[in-house]
């Protein structure tokens, strides 16, 4: 793993991150775990939960924490450094601009056709989240975690950081829960 690597995947995450936040998510798990092989789907995910649960922007802090596995604290400055740079650099370029391009219909053409784009990748990645779901809790548990997570974020209205700290709580005993509830039907069926 070479810096020039770690370079290149956060300059390609930070540069066609279009929009931030977790519509970024995707470009890191193709350059993490498809391009660079430096993660499993199984670590992204958990990394990803995580980093979801502390304060500030997400992408900035997938960036330090995946520097920081492949080259350890210099490697997360790198990786910080090298994701943020070059479109701070153009909000910096492009600051006089403003007014123009948020008038501009090419602008407002080019944002328009970017989104579906964004919204087939977030719903990609979903799908692909859960799917391994349904393969560790199985159909019904998958769909009722869902749903209960569904109810928590939209209907609640609960933060999203707080919800993922209680499904991680959930899932240190989930195991333990499956265990007991088999032994107890195997001892009603004996």
């Known amino acids: 793993m070479s810096y020039k ?111 579906p784009v964004i919204a087939v990748l977030l719903g990609v990645m979903a799908y692909e989240f859960g799917k391994k779901a349904v393969a560790g809790f199985g159909w019904i548990l998958g769909a009722v975690t869902f749903a209960i997570a569904f109810l928590l974020l939209e209907g609640v209205d609960i933060h999203p950081g707080v919800v993922i700290i209680l499904f991680i709580l959930y899932g240190l005993f989930h195991y333990r829960l499956v265990d007991k509830w088999r032994a107890k039907k195997k001892d009603v069926s004996s």
């Open 5 to 115: 690597q770690l370079a290149l995947a956060m300059i390609r995450t930070g540069v066609f991150g279009f929009g931030g936040g977790p519509s970024v998510m995707p470009l890191f798990r193709h350059e993490i775990v498809q391009t660079y092989k430096w993660m499993d789907d199984d670590e992204f995910a958990e990394t990803l939960a995580i980093a979801n649960t502390l304060p500030g922007p997400i992408a900035t802090k997938m960036a330090a924490y995946i520097g920081y596995h492949v080259k350890g604290v210099k490697g997360a400055c790198w990786a910080t450094v090298t994701h943020i740079l070059p479109t701070s650099l153009a909000m910096v370029a492009l600051v006089s601009l403003v007014a123009i391009i948020s008038e501009s219909a090419v602008i407002n053409g080019m944002i328009g056709a970017v989104t």
